[in-house]
């Protein structure tokens, strides 16, 4: 069964201040991670997809890395307008899967 | 990027009634699905809507209590029936390709009281 285990839970930060959020991953086989960011009331919007370890992409003060056990997502002077819930997901390579499977999130706050 | 939008945005309901969601794509898709997200928790794969067919509902989840239509690729419905208040969480629509990213509606606030 595919697992997906976000941590922190929650982070504040000070804006300017730089940190990372971590994706722990368990799958079969990886056919993609993909991060969004949810704000409240809302849907989940797309940030990026990673695909194999090594691979990185950037966004603006966002960063996304992977590896084959986690991915980091790097958030670079933050500004207040970044605090969201970020939620990290994986799709698994069995057949016929298209469905995600979702950790809970690390609710982010960035203080100006 | 597909847009999808989900109406209503919100409802208040009576326990006992039933409440159905609609999900309107701007393009074909090849996989619908249906999310719920409690309060403070994640996205729970509620089903995913098959074009033509009955939907696939995962553990814990059964189609007296959540039936799903799809009645073409752009289009699909999901109705939760004889409500109580744990049916409160927001649900959302989402969409796929296999090799594309999902997309998400703006999801549905659902107050049961």
């Known amino acids: 069964e595919d697992q997906v285990t976000q941590s922190p839970e929650a982070l504040r930060l000070q804006e300017g201040e730089s940190s990372s959020l971590n994706c722990s991953y368990t799958v079969s086989g990886l056919r993609g991670l993909f991060w969004y960011r949810q704000d409240p009331g809302k849907g989940p919007e797309f940030l990026f997809t990673?695909?194999?370890a090594g691979e990185e992409k950037e966004k603006e003060r966002l960063k996304a890395t992977l590896t084959k056990k986690e991915s980091f997502l790097h958030i670079t002077a933050p500004k207040p307008e970044d605090s969201a819930t970020y939620l990290c997901?994986?799709?698994?390579?069995?057949?016929?899967?298209?469905?995600?499977?979702f950790g809970k999130g690390t609710k982010l706050s960035v203080i100006p | 990027s597909a847009v999808i939008s989900q109406k209503p945005s919100r409802d208040i309901c009576q326990r006992g009634t039933s409440l159905t969601i609609q999900c309107q794509v701007d393009s074909q898709v090849t996989m619908m699905f249906w999310y719920r997200q409690q309060p403070g928790q994640s996205l729970t794969l509620i089903a995913t809507?098959?074009?033509?067919?009955?939907?696939?509902?995962e553990s814990g989840f059964v189609i007296d209590k959540f039936p799903i239509s799809r009645p073409n690729l752009t289009f699909s419905t999901l109705t939760v029936s004889n409500m109580s208040p744990e049916d409160s969480s927001i649900y959302l629509c989402s969409v796929a390709d296999l090799h594309t990213e999902a997309f998400f509606g703006q999801g549905t606030r659902l107050t049961v009281v």
């Open positions: 809507a098959n074009q033509g067919s009955e939907a696939t509902y």
């Open positions: 990673l695909y194999s």
């Open positions: 997901a994986v799709r698994d390579s069995g057949a016929g899967s298209y469905q995600l499977t």
